[in-house]
């Protein structure tokens, strides 16, 4: 689980046609274990049932300031309880009303008892988004520190098309958890590779592997969610987390090309790509035909990326490995770490039952350099990466090269 793990979240949605794709986000959040209360609007139900809310979150959704069966005062139990009020859709009455303080509602109302951060997602026509009140209420907002997800370009309600349509629920889903990670990463700078490689046959056919690059996702959104800025150089582009700058490669020459000039000034690498060890010496501009008979392929080595890397490491960079083995885990990993210049080595022992490729859990063994270990039992990817960047991290700060 990331950062929303019972953390408690006011779900506002306020009156506009996005008000449907509040019901996605409140879905994601709890998903994400999130404790999820909704705050409707009167305008919110004039587009959405309460029932559909109060079914997908953590406890019936509340519409009203007053006649609550567990509490005469809602709005402070909400608001003071809160880890995040989370505004989705915001219209631009909401966000003038938290610019003047006017209490008109239970949402309005307990977004003035919090002391939680306040995220706003606004969502409405162009026209009414471009107007100068509304963007000066939401500059306003922003230098008061209420965190905003900007809308989109797109498809808006009535078909016309522009700015303002409501963000992605991944991405508001994102920046909610930015919002309640522990920011320990914050501007730190991040280069993460994920993926198999592809090592090409011919013009369809190649050589690769069975990783999915859901470890290196993971590791690439919990470090984006802890504020650092994240490089993700990935095989897997389509399926890459938001929050981060994604470069997709095919080939281990691609990523050993990027992942050279990425790492310069990298503070933490995180290495989780399956590269290929061997590719076709040569590969066929075209499709080969299968009337000329099975191809001779013949493999040569390829570059060890993460070799080249230990080679030329500044001074202070954290440099981590993985090592997928079958047999003798710690042996092999610990040999890596070695011969690798490694700062500390992820060990997977992928014949494990629901360990490793393609799986959304993972069971692994950090080996730092020092020789301290770190076992991490089968979990969620995402829990391996936060141990992993854990490691990292007080590597990182405790390394005198980078002490003040
Ligand atoms: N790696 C790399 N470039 C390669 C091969 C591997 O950067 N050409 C990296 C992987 O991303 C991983 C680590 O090296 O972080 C371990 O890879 P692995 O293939 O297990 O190590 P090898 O040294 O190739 O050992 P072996 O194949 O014998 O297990």
């Known amino acids: 689980m990331g ?18 794709k509040a019901v996605e986000v409140c879905r994601r959040l709890v998903d994400a274990g999130a404790h999820v ?13 309460a029932t559909t809310f109060s079914a997908l979150a953590s406890e019936p959704a509340r519409t009203s300031l007053f006649h609550d069966p567990e509490t005469p005062i809602p709005h402070t139990v909400l608001g003071q309880n809160a880890d995040l009020v989370l505004i989705c859709p915001a219209t631009a009455r909401i966000i003038s009303d938290i610019r003047t303080g006017r209490s008109a509602d239970l949402l309005m109302a307990t977004v003035l008892a919090t002391r939680a951060p306040v995220m706003v997602c ?5 026209e009414m988004w471009e107007q100068a009140s509304v963007q000066e209420n939401v500059d306003v907002l922003e230098e008061r520190g209420v965190l905003i997800v900007p809308p989109e370009s797109g498809r808006l309600a009535g078909g016309d098309i522009g700015h303002g349509r409501l963000a992605d629920p991944a991405i508001i889903a994102a920046a909610a958890e930015r919002a309640l990670a522990p920011g320990d990463l914050v501007a ?43 490089v993700l150089v990935t095989t897997r582009a389509e399926s890459a987390p938001s929050g981060v700058r994604v470069v997709p490669v095919e080939t281990a020459a691609e990523m050993a090309s990027v ?7 990298a503070e933490i690498v995180v290495m989780a790509a399956a590269v290929a060890d061997f590719r076709p010496a040569k590969s066929a501009d075209g499709k080969l035909k299968k009337h000329d008979g099975a191809p001779e392929v013949e493999l ?9 890397l230990g080679e030329r490491k500044p001074a202070g960079q954290v440099l981590v490995g993985f090592a997928a ?8 990993a610990a040999a890596k770490l070695e011969r690798k210049n490694l700062d500390m080595i992820v060990a997977n022992d992928v014949s494990k039952l629901g360990v490793g490729f393609e799986h959304e859990t993972n069971e692994v063994i950090v080996l730092m350099a020092d020789g301290s270990r770190h076992h991490v039992p089968l979990s969620d990817k995402r829990d391996v990466a936060r141990t992993v960047l854990d490691a990292a991290r007080s590597r990182l700060e405790s390394d005198p090269t980078n002490q003040e």
Do not use: W
């Open 122 to 126: 606004p969502a409405m026509h162009t």
């Open 259 to 265: 992942c050279e000039i990425e790492a310069v000034d």
């Open 37 to 49: 209360s909704p705050v409707l609007t009167d305008g919110a139900l004039e587009m959405v049932g």
């Open 325 to 332: 083995e079958t047999t003798d885990l710690l042996d092999n």
């Open 3 to 20: 950062s929303l793990s019972g953390r408690r979240i006011v779900l506002g949605v306020t009156g506009g046609i996005a008000a449907y």
């Open 188 to 230: 730190r700078r991040v280069l993460v590779t994920a993926g198999g490689t592809r090592e090409p046959i011919d013009a369809v056919r190649y050589v690769g592997n069975r990783s999915s690059g859901k470890q290196g996702h993971a590791v690439a959104a919990e470090a984006a969610a802890r504020g650092a800025d994240v």
């Open 300 to 308: 040569v080595p390829t570059t060890d990326i993460l070799a080249g």
